[in-house]
């Protein structure tokens, strides 16, 4: 069965420092992976999603992630963020084929001036 | 293009009373899916429908919840009977036929809140 564990639930930063954000999921199969974000009182927003091809996926607002089979991690990156960027975000999985998304419980990443 | 809209965005409710919240899809999206998110949780998946159709539910409490996405409106969630427990943020999703594969597109919540 799918799981998405997020290892961090919260990630405080200082504005302009890099920051990762880190997500492992556990599945038999081959699978789809999501990050999205959600900023204070709305829905989610899809910042990026892997399907196949390239391992590293460039999402809007200068993210990134990679997606490691071995290690089975799709750690999500970003080289410099900014106080706008605080906010929930969510790593989730689909397998091969399914429509049902898991979530994993979110890392709040708080960035600092 | 408007996106999922979702409605009420709040609703309080005393305990014993229904709860019905409303999910558009986005159009030309077919699929619906809701999810739950408990304070400081992710989001747990409901179910998933289709037009006059329920595709999975295997999300969806046994007892007080049911969901619907008839030919014609919006898909309806309702919750008899509230409890306490029941206080959450409920988002609805849609996405195109093709399945979700593509990443859904997601409404704003309701955040319902029983007293």
């Known amino acids: 069965a799918q799981s998405v564990t997020q290892l961090d639930s919260q990630v405080p930063v200082f504005e302009e420092a890099p920051v990762e954000l880190r997500c492992n999921y556990s599945s038999s199969v081959s699978v789809y992976l999501f990050w999205y974000v959600q900023y204070p009182n709305q829905g989610l927003q899809l910042l990026l999603k892997?399907?196949?091809?390239?391992?590293l996926v460039k999402g809007i607002n200068s993210f990134e992630a990679e997606f490691n089979k071995s290690q089975t991690s799709f750690h999500l990156r970003k080289p410099s963020v900014h106080i706008s960027d605080t906010a929930e975000y969510f790593c989730a999985v689909s397998e091969g084929g399914g429509f049902k998304t898991i979530f994993g419980a979110g890392t709040r990443l708080f960035v600092k001036a | 293009n408007a996106g999922v809209m979702q409605n009420p965005r709040h609703l309080v409710r005393r305990r014993g009373q229904e709860a019905r919240l409303r999910c558009s899809p986005m159009?030309?999206?077919?699929?619906v899916y809701w999810y739950r998110q408990l304070p400081e949780e992710g989001l747990k998946f409901m179910v998933y429908?289709?037009?006059?159709?329920?595709?999975?539910e295997s999300g969806m409490p046994k007892e007080r919840f049911s969901a619907e996405f008839p030919k014609e409106g919006p898909s309806i969630l309702r919750i008899q009977q509230v409890v306490r427990g029941d206080s959450a943020a409920y988002f609805c999703?849609?996405?195109?036929?093709?399945?979700?594969?593509?990443?859904?597109?997601f409404g704003s919540g309701t955040r319902l809140t029983v007293v």
């Open positions: 159009k030309g999206h077919s699929h």
């Open positions: 429908l289709q037009k006059e159709n329920i595709i999975d």
């Open positions: 892997y399907l196949s091809g390239s391992t």
């Open positions: 999703a849609s996405s195109p036929p093709g399945q979700g594969i593509g990443g859904y597109t």
